[in-house]
């Protein structure tokens, strides 16, 4: 079995006095960090049922102070046609809010259906902004309680049709009152109506007529899970409290069929552990259990069967080296196969009703590579077995990932062999199969074994026996690079010389490579003939292209590497924006050279100069990650920059935010100094004080950084802060398990631990 060889690097064990938040004043709701409100007389009783109205200048008694004040709001809402509503309109929205604020206020729910009615006829409802969603709240609390019955179904219908366009409007809480009363009384029926009401609404309102902008913001973060909208069959789209009350009113029917369709015809993406606001709408703690129960499967029906973001999202975890987590993917798709109640698909001919989702081959093949990219042989070799057990006879996509994680693994040998497997059993490859194969043998130091499998590629290719017709240019991109690492610098020439002749057309990658190798070498004129012939293919350059030239510019002594650079950039064409300044920066920072930093605050610099390439907020923060990141040789030098780069921010009011520390203190414990840690908890510390909201990512980034370094006695530290707080969920839990169970192993040594 293969181990995932590991470096260790020094570790200190000073447990930081700052660890506690409690400390600097502020607290935790839920899974999120908030900040400690300030203290406010507490207002009176009757100021908590206060209707949602409009500012006190609005409601002054000079009519054209009043059509003023309308007029400014109507200003704000940034709608296409809002500049257009006429004066009349005006007048009659304001007359109409009025005296619906008056019969809510009187209980009178046939005036209050009438009033409605008359601005959603004149298309008004959405100059109602912000006060739409307080207007449709307090019309259903004149209806539905939790513990009786509408006394007038007349009126329950009424209540319901303004929850109902008041939803469309993007305002749905009243809607989620009422499916949630109704689904409490135990009339799932009555809510899987208005869930459907809504959409039928929802479907037919002009597309045209998008969401206020402010009303827009509060969907799209309510409880901090995003939106993931799928065209326009919508005008408005359900949000997460929604979705998650039809999923309950299907739990209440124990018809899980009925919420896999729910979710799969949702565009809202709901995160396998539902919000607790929302869960504690029910006092059934056994109810409560099954819907959180269908919710976790839901998420895992809805991800597998967008197949694409699976494999993506399992490539990043790979990339992170994030083993647990994709374990646990595995193991709920797994259990959505073969579970008490399956869900899934893993053949065609099991596609049902019951199990509407298909895993698709990519996915098997993305959980092959992970498996392999994180050296666990062992579980690629569980994962082909399992294909074989649930009837999947594996094909060119699964060994093309195969070959992919052999390559990431080094394993040249078993490469080959699996190669030698998927040709016996008539597997034909395809174009990236051959690049797998191709590139795993160059980087193992066999470029005459690569050298007969591309001349094979070339002879399939050119009499058409390849399985696909994709481009065929990635494979002679990895053959250059493969020559040129192996030192066979005149056949890669040769090779890109017939490729300009003959093709298929090098591209800006194919001459990158050259580039950097020249570069590398500080062969500049090889580097000039480069250029040269990347203009005559009538190619231009990128962030990589011009980077390795400042780079060879440097090998060679050229003190005005810079000017030289922004010469060639301006001679193709390219714009100094801050996106090509900010990659070219960060390769120079990659180089982790003191050279290579000088020349990258100096373009900073540049930047800072140039009206039209101005650093922003993400330019800043990469160069700190950078400089926090990686061990510089010269670390004053690496010092004087981090504040240089802070007191720049700090001019130009370019404040941290959640996402800036998230990036800051992974880049800091990703730094094997102990002035990694210090770095990553000083941060920690700032947005304690900043009251900066702490999310679930940040205490999984937080976690997993002090676990790699081993950082056991500030891990239990940060376990024992956190869980005052929040109750873990999911992968965090995980980690806070691990820690848990290594300081139970440790203190069960006792003093053999540090023997």
């Not at 806070?736 to 631990?753: D, E, H, N, P, V």
């Amino acid at each position: 079995m293969l181990r995932h060889a590991t470096k260790k690097t020094r570790r200190t064990s000073v447990v930081f006095d700052f660890l506690a938040p409690t400390a600097f004043g502020y607290r935790l709701g839920s899974s999120k960090v908030q900040s400690r409100p300030s203290v406010t007389k507490p207002p009176k009783r009757h100021d908590t049922k206060r209707l949602a109205e409009f500012p006190s200048s609005v409601r002054a008694p000079n009519p054209s102070v009043l059509c003023q004040n309308i007029k400014q709001r109507i200003s704000l809402l940034s709608q296409p046609g809002a500049a257009a509503v006429s004066d009349p309109d005006i007048n009659f929205f304001d007359e109409t809010v009025v005296s619906l604020r008056l019969a809510l206020k009187a209980g009178d729910i046939a005036r209050v259906g009438e009033l409605w009615s008359q601005l959603e006829d004149r298309k008004l409802l959405r100059l109602l902004g912000r006060e739409l969603r307080g207007f449709s709240e307090r019309a259903a609390k004149l209806c539905f309680t939790d513990h009786s019955e509408p006394g007038d179904a007349d009126e329950r219908k009424i209540i319901e049709s303004i929850a109902i366009a008041a939803a469309v409007e993007g305002a749905e809480s009243a809607l989620t009152t009422c499916m949630i009363t109704h689904i409490k009384r135990g009339d799932s029926q009555a809510a899987l109506h208005l869930y459907r009401c809504f959409l039928d609404r929802s479907s037919n309102q002009t597309a045209s007529e998008p969401l206020p902008s402010s009303t827009r913001e509060d969907v799209e973060n309510v409880n901090g899970i995003a939106l993931d909208f799928l065209g326009d069959q919508l005008s408005h789209q359900p949000n997460i409290s929604l979705v998650l009350a039809a999923i309950a009113a299907h739990a209440l029917e124990d018809s899980f069929e009925g919420a896999l369709k729910v979710i799969l015809d949702s565009p809202v993406r709901i995160n396998k552990f539902a919000p607790k606001e929302f869960m504690a709408s029910f006092d059934d703690f056994s109810f409560r259990a099954k819907v959180q129960n269908y919710v976790r499967r839901l998420d895992i029906a809805r991800l597998v069967s967008r197949h694409h973001s699976l494999s993506t999202h399992i490539a990043n975890l790979s990339s992170g080296q994030d083993l647990l987590r994709i374990q646990n993917l595995y193991r709920a798709i797994i259990d959505g196969l073969n579970g008490t109640e399956p869900y899934l698909a893993a053949r065609d001919s099991q596609m049902s009703s019951q199990r509407p989702v298909l895993i698709q081959e990519i996915n098997w093949a993305a959980f092959l590579t992970g498996f392999l990219r994180c050296h666990r042989r062992d579980l690629a070799e569980n994962l082909w077995n399992d294909m074989l057990k649930y009837g999947i006879q594996p094909g060119v996509i699964t060994w093309t990932a195969l070959l992919d994680g052999f390559d990431s693994m080094g394993e040249a040998d078993a490469a080959s062999t699996s190669w030698d497997h998927m040709v016996s059993q008539g597997i034909r490859p395809g174009i990236l199969t051959y690049r797998a194969v191709i590139s795993t043998l160059f980087n193992a130091r066999r470029p005459d074994d690569a050298i007969e499998k591309f001349a094979i590629f070339r002879r399939d290719l050119t009499n058409g026996s390849l399985p696909d017709t994709g481009d065929a240019l990635p494979v002679y991109n990895t053959v250059l690079h493969g020559l040129l690492n192996n030192g066979r610098a005149g056949d890669a020439a040769a090779l890109l010389q017939n490729l300009r002749q003959n093709g298929p057309k090098p591209d800006i990658v194919s001459y990158n490579t050259f580039l950097r190798h020249h570069g590398r070498r500080g062969e500049f004129r090889a580097v000039s003939v480069m250029l040269e012939r990347l203009r005559e293919d009538g190619l231009t350059g990128d962030a990589f292209t011009f980077s390795t030239v400042l780079s060879a510019l440097l090998k060679v002594g050229r003190t005005d590497a810079i000017d030289v650079v922004l010469s060639l950039m301006r001679k193709q064409n390219v714009g100094p924006n801050v996106a090509v300044f900010s990659a070219i920066i960060d390769h120079q920072l990659r180089e982790s050279s003191e050279q290579g930093l000088r020349m990258a605050m100096e373009l900073l610099q540049k930047m800072e100069m140039n009206p039209d390439a101005r650093p922003n907020d993400v330019t800043y923060t990469g160069v700190l990650a950078s400089l926090h990141r990686q061990v510089w040789p010269n670390t004053a030098l690496a010092e004087e920059c981090r504040r240089y780069v802070l007191k720049r921010m700090e001019e130009r009011n370019i404040r941290f935010n959640r996402v800036t520390y998230h990036i800051l203190i992974k880049a800091c414990l990703e730094n094997p100094e102990p002035e990694g840690l210090q770095g990553a908890l000083g941060y920690y510390k700032e947005m304690a004080n900043r009251t900066v909201p702490m999310n679930y990512d940040t205490w999984y980034i937080l976690l997993h950084g002090l676990i790699s370094r081993e950082e056991w006695a500030v891990a239990d530290e940060m376990v024992v802060d956190l869980l005052r707080y929040i109750k873990p969920v999911g992968a965090l839990e995980s980690l806070i398990g691990r820690i848990q169970r290594r300081t139970a192993w440790r203190m069960k040594l006792g003093a053999k631990f540090y023997v």
